[in-house]
């Protein structure tokens, strides 16, 4: 399965909504995750099974779609959530992620 | 604290091995899969290999079959990637995750990482 997001980047200001998509290849039902990450540290889970928000993480993150369709949204951008966004599907294995969508200060 | 700590990445020749640790703390390793996800320099995500949580079930990823062998020790609370016959392109941070599970679904997810450790594969 092909994992593909869009953008591939984007700038935005603090307090921007911000929308990242990630297409499937195949239907994928809601076998999706987002993860974040910022530079020389661990990717970390927001979203899984395509729109549980996991714990501790910020409501401002939400996730939605199903089948081959799915967006990641932060409603309104904080200093901290500049970094670097990654899809992945478990609908078989391998997984595979997206390519990342890079999100910089505008 | 749930914590996964990652070791034994470094420098080696091409056709080399190395053997990559991760010792899992704060939680009960046996009760979950884990897997092995890497990072080459500058590129995205890829996913590895995973193990069940008795190790009777293993996948990996194409690029890495013969080659690697992922294994685990419940009793140590350590999870092992052996890596044989390193290319250049095995180069990377390795990372160690444990998987989760949405309840009630087989809807998995990486829910804890390691820091990582770094592979460097050069002559």
């Known amino acids: 399965i092909q994992m593909t997001q869009s953008p591939s980047s984007l700038s935005a200001s603090v307090g921007d909504r911000v929308t990242i998509t990630c297409r499937a290849s195949?239907?994928?039902?809601?076998?999706l995750n987002w993860y974040q990450q910022k530079p020389g540290r661990a990717p970390n889970l927001l979203i899984y099974?395509?729109?549980n928000l996991q714990s501790g993480v910020p409501s401002r993150f939400s996730g939605s779609g199903s089948g081959t369709d799915f967006t990641l949204t932060i409603s309104s951008l904080q200093p901290e959530d500049f970094a670097t966004y990654y899809c992945?599907?478990?609908?078989?294995?391998?997984?595979?992620f997206g390519q990342g969508t890079k999100v910089e200060v505008k | 604290e749930v914590q996964l700590v990652e070791s034994g990445g470094g420098l080696v020749q091409p056709g080399g091995s190395l053997r990559l640790s991760c010792v899992a703390s704060g939680f009960t390793l046996s009760s979950y899969w884990m897997c092995w996800v890497r990072q080459a320099p500058g590129k995205g995500l890829e996913w590895v290999a995973n193990i069940k949580q008795d190790g009777s079930d293993k996948y990996f990823v194409d690029s890495v079959k013969g080659r690697f062998t992922i294994s685990r020790d419940n009793a140590k609370s350590s999870l092992y990637l052996q890596m044989n016959s390193l290319r250049v392109e095995d180069t990377a941070v390795y990372y160690c995750?444990?998987?989760?599970?949405?309840?009630?679904?087989?809807?998995?997810?990486?829910?804890?990482w390691g820091k990582g450790t770094t592979v460097t594969v050069s002559s």
């Open positions: 992945q599907e478990s609908y078989t294995t391998p997984v595979t």
């Open positions: 995750a444990r998987v989760g599970l949405a309840a009630g679904t087989d809807k998995y997810y990486m829910d804890v």
């Open positions: 195949q239907s994928i039902n809601t076998y």
């Open positions: 099974a395509a729109s």
